[in-house]
C-alpha cells in the first residue's frame, strides 16, 4: 500500500509568534521534549508506514539546523538507492510576494520524477504521533481524490487562533474553510494533513502560478475545494501546532503529563530522531527532580521541577529551576533561579542570577548568550 504513496512536508511555516527561537532555525528544527526536534513527528508518521520517498520544502533562510539534524535521513530509515529524503526550495519569494518560477520547476521535476502515484503532504509545525495508515485506508476506501484530516476542538480553541478552521454543510461535506480568531463553539480544525493524486497536485500547482496565487500547497488546495471530490477524517488524539511561544511553551508542559506523554512520545512504536551518543544524566546526592524531563548528557547538583532540560545541560549546586525548559549544552552556574523561562541552546547564566519570566508570556533566552551580573 504505500509504495504507491510519497510524502511531502511544508517546513515554510510564518515565525512572526515565535522570534526568539527562529532567529537562527526554521519551527521544524526547534528542540523539543528534550531530545526530539518538531519535525521529528511528521517525519515519523511519515516513514513508519512504509514511505520511503519524502520532500520537505525548506525555508529561503537559516536551513543549516535542519541539515544538520536530518543528515541523509537515516534515522528515519530513508539512506536509500530509491527514494530518500529531498530538501526543496520554497515555490513562493516572500521578500516579493511573487512566485519563484526557477524553484517551481525544479519542485515540479521531483514530483513528475517520483514514481509514486498519491501525495501525503504535511505541515512540520504539528505535535501529533499519527498512525497513517488507518487516514490511507480511509482514502482508499472512499475512492476520492483528496482526503482532509481534521479535529474537533472546543476547550482548547484559543491555542489553535489562527489555523484554518473546516465548515462542513449539513451533508458533511466541506462548504468552506476560515481562520480561528475566537470563539466558544465547536470548531473543525485542519490538521494541514491531506491525501491527494498526485497528478491532481501538479496540476493545481500549475493551475495557481498561472493564475497569480499565492501561498503554500494547502492554499491551492482550498482554494479549488469545489472541483475536487474529498473525503474527511477525523483525528481525535493530541495535536498542538507550535506557531508561537505560547504554544510551544504549552506543548513541552504538556508532555510533563504522564498520558500524553505516552500517548505523544511512545504510542505507535514511538517517535524517531537523530542519534546522540552521550552518557546517561548523572544526579548528584544533593540534588532534587521532581515531574521533569531529564535528557542524556546532563549533570543536576540543584534542583529542578516542573521543567524539561535538554541534552549535556550542566547544573550547579545550590540552582533552583521551575516551569522551564532549557535546551542542550547550556551551564547554569552556582545559586542561580530560574522561573517560566526558555533558554535557548548553549546559554551560560553565571552565578547567583535570578531569571523570572511569567507562565503566560514565558522570558525567552536567545542561543549562545551569557547572563552575567
Known amino acids: 500500500m504505500a509504495k504507491s504513496y510519497m510524502g511531502l512536508i511544508l517546513a515554510t511555516q510564518d515565525t512572526t509568534n515565535i522570534m526568539g527561537l ?36 525548506v525555508p529561503h533562510n537559516y536551513v543549516r539546523s535542519l541539515r544538520d539534524h536530518i543528515r541523509g535521513g537515516q534515522f528515519w530509515d530513508l539512506n536509500r538507492k530509491s527514494g530518500g529524503i529531498f530538501l526543496m526550495h520554497p515555490t513562493v519569494d516572500a521578500e516579493i510576494g511573487k512566485s519563484n518560477v526557477k524553484n517551481f520547476k525544479s519542485n515540479l521535476e521531483y514530483l513528475h520524477k517520483s514514481k509514486e502515484d498519491h501525495v501525503v503532504l504535511c505541515s512540520s509545525h504539528l505535535i501529533a504521533n499519527i498512525d497513517l495508515r488507518s487516514i490511507i485506508e480511509s482514502h ?54 491531506k491525501i491527494i493524486k498526485k497528478d491532481l ?22 482554494h479549488s475545494i469545489h472541483k475536487i471530490s474529498t473525503n474527511i477524517y ?9 506557531d508561537s511561544t505560547k504554544n510551544y511553551f504549552k506543548a513541552n508542559k504538556d508532555i510533563l503529563q504522564k498520558e500524553i506523554r505516552e500517548e505523544v512520545l511512545l504510542s505507535n ?25 531529564i535528557a542524556n548528557g ?57 531569571v523570572i519570566g511569567s507562565e503566560e508570556f514565558p522570558l525567552i533566552i536567545e542561543k549562545k548568550s551569557l547572563l552575567d551580573a
Open 22 to 57: 527562529t532567529k537562527y532555525r526554521p519551527i521544524a528544527s526547534i528542540p523539543f521534549a528534550g531530545r526530539y526536534r518538531i519535525v521529528d513527528f511528521s517525519l515519523t508518521n511519515l516513514t513508519r508506514v512504509g514511505i520511503s520517498n519524502v520532500g520537505i520544502v
Open 140 to 193: 482508499e476506501k472512499s475512492g476520492k481524490d483528496l482526503t482532509i484530516v481534521y479535529k474537533k476542538v472546543d476547550k482548547d480553541l484559543k491555542n489553535y487562533r489562527g489555523s484554518t478552521s473546516i465548515i462542513f454543510n449539513e451533508n458533511k461535506e466541506i462548504e468552506k474553510f476560515g481562520i480561528v480568531v475566537d470563539s466558544r463553539e465547536e470548531t473543525n480544525i485542519s490538521l494541514e494533513i
Open 201 to 222: 497536485l501538479m496540476d493545481l500547482l500549475m493551475s495557481g502560478v498561472q493564475n497569480g496565487l499565492i501561498g503554500d500547497l494547502n492554499k491551492f488546495i482550498e
Open 234 to 242: 477525523e483525528f481525535t488524539g493530541y495535536t498542538k501546532f507550535i
Open 269 to 293: 512504536g514511538g517517535i524517531s530522531t537523530k542519534i546522540n551518543d552521550t552518557p546517561p544524566a548523572i544526579y548528584k546526592p544533593d540534588s532534587k527532580v521532581s515531574n521533569s524531563l
Open 298 to 354: 546532563c549533570i543536576v547538583k540543584g534542583s529542578v521541577k516542573d521543567s524539561i532540560i535538554g541534552r549535556r545541560v550542566v547544573i550547579k549546586k545550590g540552582v533552583t529551576i521551575e516551569n522551564s525548559i532549557i535546551l542542550q549544552s547550556c551551564v547554569i552556574e552556582e545559586g542561580v533561579e530560574i522561573k517560566n523561562v526558555i533558554i535557548d541552546k548553549n546559554v551560560t547564566i553565571n552565578k547567583y542570577q535570578k
